[in-house]
Nanobody, 127 residues
Framework: QVQLIESGGGLVQAGGSLRLSCAVS????????MGWFRQAPGKEREFVSAVSRSGANTYSADSVKGRFTISRDNAKNTVYLQMNSLKPEDTAVYYCAVNVRSYSDRYYFLPHEYTYWGQGTQVTVSS
């Protein structure tokens, strides 16, 4: 069983930064593609960023491109989301997710492509 634990959320002023972490246990982390999603109140869950199992390939949604950076440390079984220049519209619960069926070094950006999800961490950006 794969388990994910997110951390690093909190309250920050607009323009500030946060770094989210997602520690993964169970299985072979270096074989998994990883992703970050978010869900704001009253809205559907949306894709934020994804990284391939080696970390060489990444992709981010247009809404966060240039501000958020996804990375991973396979030695620490952890994926990160560095969030800079935060805006009030970034306020949401952020979830990390694991794709355990990645047969190539690619990323995935559809929720149904992910097998396991973390419990989420709240990010609130005040104006």
């Amino acid at each position: 069983q794969v388990q994910l634990i997110e951390s690093g959320g909190g309250l920050v002023q607009a323009g500030g930064s946060l770094r989210l972490s997602c520690a993964v246990s169970g299985g072979i982390f270096s074989m998994y593609a990883m992703g970050w999603f978010r869900q704001a109140p009253g809205k559907e869950r949306e894709f934020v960023s994804a990284v391939s199992r080696s970390g060489a390939n990444t992709y981010s949604a247009d809404s966060v491109k240039g501000r958020f950076t996804i990375s991973r440390d396979n030695a620490k079984n952890t994926v990160y989301l560095q969030m800079n220049s935060l805006k009030p519209e970034d306020t949401a619960v952020y979830y990390c997710a694991v794709n355990v069926r990645s047969y190539s070094d690619r990323y995935y950006f559809l929720p149904h492509e992910y097998t396991y999800w973390g419990q989420g961490t709240q990010v609130t950006v005040s104006s």
